[in-house]
């Protein structure tokens, strides 16, 4: 059996140890989508949601998330973005969520980029909500990982 990186010898969860590790540059695209009634993304194109501005407050709750993500998962180590970006897909039954980080690290900014979709797939949620009842989040994943040498 493999060992497990994030497991020591008494089998007891531990924050993996990436000094050895160099030092290169790393981005993450994630992505989520905001399930909704056609109703919901009417009022969305007129701007017309009673919280107001959806787009721009969970622009902006997805950025901060992919920030704070070492303090929400509890082995993720705090790393510096160099870069974080939030963007979305108005379509017919839904909104999709995209969120790009990028650093200059010894590990990888998947957990941020996931944690900054998913956050602003709630952020979504919680603007329209008033509107919709019915509303979902799915499809949360890794859509492309990448590194390369600084």
């Known amino acids: 059996m493999k060992k497990l990186s994030h497991v ?84 017919p039954r839904g909104v999709k969520v995209v969120c790009t980080v990028r650093t200059q690290a010894r590990t990888g900014v998947e957990m941020e980029a996931l944690t900054g979709a998913t956050v602003a797939a709630l952020a979504l949620y919680d603007m329209c909500k008033a509107a919709d009842k019915n509303m979902r989040v799915e499809g949360v994943r890794v859509a492309t990982k990448k590194k390369s040498a600084c």
């Not at 695209?29 to 905001?34: H, I, K, N």
């Open 8 to 91: 020591n010898k008494k089998g007891e969860a531990r924050m993996v140890d990436v000094g050895p590790k160099p030092v290169v540059a790393r981005e993450a695209v994630a992505e989520a989508m905001l399930v909704c009634a056609a109703s919901t993304i009417r009022l969305l194109k007129k701007d017309a949601l009673p919280k107001g501005d959806v787009l721009a407050v969970a622009r902006v709750a997805g950025i901060q998330a992919a920030k704070q993500t070492a303090a929400l998962i509890p082995l993720c180590h705090v790393l510096p973005l160099d870069a974080v970006g939030v963007e979305f897909t108005v379509k």
